[in-house]
């Protein structure tokens, strides 16, 4: 493994110190490793919280700022967090108006969070628990449908509604609304090591892709000859396509999420062939983010969401945002 | 056996837990290398350091304090799926101090069971856990010492991660392998048994007896 | 070579589409395959040109935008674009007050900046050139040393000169001041291989890496064995200050510059690192930057990067940008 | 020699470079990738292209046109070190047509030497280019014929070329490979003398004449 680390033992709590040193008037760590904004939210909103394993950034805590996250808190690598520090982080989110928390899919991560939930009830605390499962591999059954980049949207805009100071429940509709009209599809062409153990977290041929593979190197079902970059495309759109039931004249919000090793270039040849085939069954393309929101260290692949976006929700992804890895004007 | 458990008793129990992870912590990360994300082993490793401190000396003498105290610290491990598991079973034993042995761990499982709803079968540590918490009923209502219990859970928790191994994963990050699970015992009902084995060890190890209970 | 690319002689055409397409509110493709702004420049301003191989993306033409750069002429795969494309570009950003040329110093860029700076002057036009070569693994010699992420506070205090309407003298004379007062040290672990080639553009051992590795694969001096976070932090650092004479007391801005496969992990440790040396030497770190900003391909290392700020700088480098990959607030 | 060349003649000499390239790219990128990034047999192949184009029937038969329309062509191929320099080359003989074929490449040449600091030895395309202008000029000076000239020319560039193999790089990309670069020839020098090779080979196709000059 060609990693520039130190200690396996100290990755998480050195890599969040670099983070924060890096951006000193926007993030601090605060209580138990927990990140968040400098210049806390105004007394009255709606604190907005998130939990996820590291190994994984800029996701999660590069979208902590205002008009997007709280506070976000990272878990070991690969690893949810667990309930100790989400409860403290809840707490501390709480600025009069109850907190919104904001869940991927994962097991580690949804046990945790239902036993914050718990702990936060008993002690009398206002928080409502929103599920992002947009991965589409996992089936029919929402609850095997895992959380992926569909993160980013509903960060962005229940963050922005929470910042502009809507309510607990109106920030936990839009956040469910946003959820339940996103798709995203996940490929996956190459291993990445796990930082701790120097292992490769899969196999995967030399001439093989993978369509359906998780944030961990979690099968998918879809193993397949590598194809061109336009048939990729083809091939995922057309299944996200089908998956939201998308009709001709409506709204969607693209994201092309890189896995780590696959570059700017081949996510922009992508994108490109999206657009295309957008345009020729008329559907619209009103937004797109391009980039690197969630990684899985090295691992070269990538992730395709789309969304049926809505006039608020419009709104709310052009609100802005002083997140580090998110910044909108 | 339906002697209730003092505080040293289990702390010996934590004690012979741990030093049966400590050896063997390799093995647990290489099987979850092989379904998972190779992580289990070092979970386990901080799982039982919280453990441990929990019932170190100069700490309270309340067994029940130690255990919250553990259950609490164990949820904090922040490793995944398995520390948050062991740590809501340790906190709903907590809630059974002063019941026996038996009922303490049978506590811990009904906790455990509103957490997940993984059931033996699923290729999940209920399958070693299981198992081992029935042989401490049989134990129990059998007339047998705590010792003999114990024992007969670490053999029941041993043969239950053992069958894993024909098991396809249902629950936790190795469901989405389906068949690929096959021919691997699970991590987390692994190190369960080794828990049980640890457990007996340390029971019995003051008491400098041979392991034929 | 597992890309998602099409044939690769439409690799830059495709991916400049797509990059297009992903920001239509910012980014147009104009003349021959230039990336301009959406918006050109209010009548009066300075224009600010920029020329580079492809295959680094975000770099160069990420950094168009308000703010930062007019145009951008981008090459095929990691080659210089030719002097008649900057020839057009230098003509397109010509608003009234004349355009600066910003060239990184690299053969091929240098040959064509050279041509286009004699065309354009017998085309009247008026241009100043300024040559980036921070890179101090090329000696003392400043013309062997390399133009490498220092393109980025270059692009971006000259850019923001330019906005706020200063002359091209001025906008010149910061971008030379920005440019004298910073150096780069890259350092490699893990090859990339040339998209249109499929071919490893280098070798390492497994258990090496090379500091002083260039932007294509081009070789360093400093091959050693693979050093932790904290060490490679310390080497590189030593070397950069020692190179500018860095004195306590001084205010610097430093960069890490991911090549392609490093994490965001990795650069925050190391970042980390270079923020608890600058400490103990009582030199100011007054701005960051970490994260991918001129990338090859899934090239694994990092540039390091550090620069003398003054007062000026720091305001012109604070100034609002929306260029897509560097926007500031 | 001393014989001004026609748009014709010049045409027949592109041609037979650029099949001579089009054989031989693959070697090219070849050689570029042990000391450079692998793309000159591309961009060379592109360059060609634009020429032919220049040349290509139905096109002006003035020769500066054609050579001014081929040097900005090739300017404009993107490709790096190599093709903005080709295209410096050909506008700089563009300027000097009128004058006899050695003065032209010498012209160009000229052109050349005002972009690029690196001169013979300097392991560059000049270590081809610059034996092969002065065989040009020997030949002229010597009462030569254009097409025993050419031939001279070829030879010279193919013994300049092959002795770059003991040179190391002070120029371009490779020269930070430093003694790495020693054992391989220089890919610019080696598309010259392939340049040059087919220059011979087209100015005497149509004469059907053998290559004995
Ligand atoms: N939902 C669940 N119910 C019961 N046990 C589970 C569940 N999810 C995971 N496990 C157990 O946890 C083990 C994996 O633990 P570990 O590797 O530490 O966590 P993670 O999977 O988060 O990396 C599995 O082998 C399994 O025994
Ligand atoms: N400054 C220079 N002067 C003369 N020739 C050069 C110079 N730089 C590069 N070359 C020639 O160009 C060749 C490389 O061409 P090519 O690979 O097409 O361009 P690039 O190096 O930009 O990828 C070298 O082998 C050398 O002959
Ligand atoms: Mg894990
Ligand atoms: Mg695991
Ligand atoms: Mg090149
Ligand atoms: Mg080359």
């Known amino acids: ?329 | 056996m339906s002697e209730c458990i003092t505080k040293d008793e289990f702390g010996r129990m934590v004690a012979g837990a741990a030093t049966e992870i400590r050896t063997k912590h390799v093995m647990l990360s290489e099987l979850d290398c092989a379904a998972g994300d190779g992580d289990h082993g070092a979970t386990m490793l901080r799982t039982m350091e919280k453990l441990e401190k929990a019932f170190a000396p100069g700490g309270s003498d309340d067994l029940k304090i130690c255990l919250k105290d553990a259950g609490w610290s164990v949820l904090g491990v922040d490793g995944g799926a398995s520390s948050s598991l062991l740590g809501v079973f340790f906190t709903g034993m907590a809630d059974a101090v002063g019941n026996d042995l038996t009922e303490m761990f049978e506590a811990g499982l009904a906790a455990l069971q509103k957490q997940t709803k993984a059931r033996p079968g699923d290729k999940t540590m209920m399958d070693a856990l299981v198992p081992a918490i029935n042989a401490l009923r049989s134990a129990a209502n059998g007339g047998k010492s705590v010792r003999e219990a114990l024992y007969d859970a670490a053999a029941a928790a041993r043969a239950g991660a053992d069958a894993t191994r024909n098991l396809q994963a249902r629950y936790g990050r190795a469901k989405f392998l389906g068949e690929k699970t096959l021919g691997h015992a699970d991590p987390g009902a692994t190190s369960i048994s080794f828990l049980f084995e640890g457990f007996y060890n340390g029971f019995t190890s003051v008491k400098g007896e041979s392991n034929n209970a």
């Open chain 1, 1 to 329: 493994m060609k990693k520039f680390i130190n200690k396996p033992e100290n990755i998480v709590a050195e890599l969040l110190e670099g983070f924060a040193l890096s951006h000193p008037d926007r993030i601090r760590l605060v209580g138990n490793n927990l990140v968040a904004r400098a210049l806390p939210k105004a007394k009255g909103k709606v604190g907005v919280v998130t939990l996820g394993g590291s190994g994984h950034e800029p996701g999660l805590s590069g979208f902590v700022g205002e008009g997007m996250l709280d506070i976000s808190v990272p878990g070991e690598i690969f690893a949810a967090p667990g309930a100790p520090r989400c409860l403290e982080a809840i707490r501390l989110a709480e600025y009069g108006s109850g907190v919104l928390f904001i869940v991927l899919n994962h097991a580690g991560d949804v046990l945790s969070s239902n036993l914050t939930m718990e702990m936060a009830k008993r002690e009398g605390l206002n928080v409502k628990m929103t599920l992002t499962h947009e991965d589409i591999s996992g089936g029919t059954n929402p609850e095997d449908r895992r959380g992926l980049v569909g993160f980013l949207p509903v960060y962005k805009v229940a963050g922005a509604a929470a910042e502009e100071g809507q309510p607990l429940n109106a920030c936990f509709e839009i956040a469910e609304r946003m959820g339940r009209n996103m798709r995203t599809l996940a490929v996956a062409v190459q291993t990445a090591t796990h930082p701790s153990t120097g292992q490769a977290i899969f196999d995967l041929p030399d001439d093989e892709m993978e369509i359906g593979m998780g944030q961990h190197g979690e099968a998918g079902t879809g193993r397949m000859k590598l194809k061109t970059a336009d048939e990729t495309a083809e091939i995922m759109l057309d299944m996200l396509l089908k998956d939201l039931g998308v009709k001709a004249g409506e709204e969607l919000l693209v994201i092309v999420n890189g896995a780590g090793a696959t570059t700017l270039m081949e996510l922009f040849t992508l994108f490109r062939r999206v657009d295309q085939i957008l345009k020729a069954k008329g559907i619209k393309l009103v937004r797109a983010k391009v980039g690197e929101f969630i990684t899985t260290q090295e691992q070269a692949g990538f992730q395709l969401m789309i969304a049926r976006m809505d006039k608020e929700l419009i709104r709310l992804w052009d609100a802005p945002s002083n997140a580090p890895y998110f910044v909108v004007r």
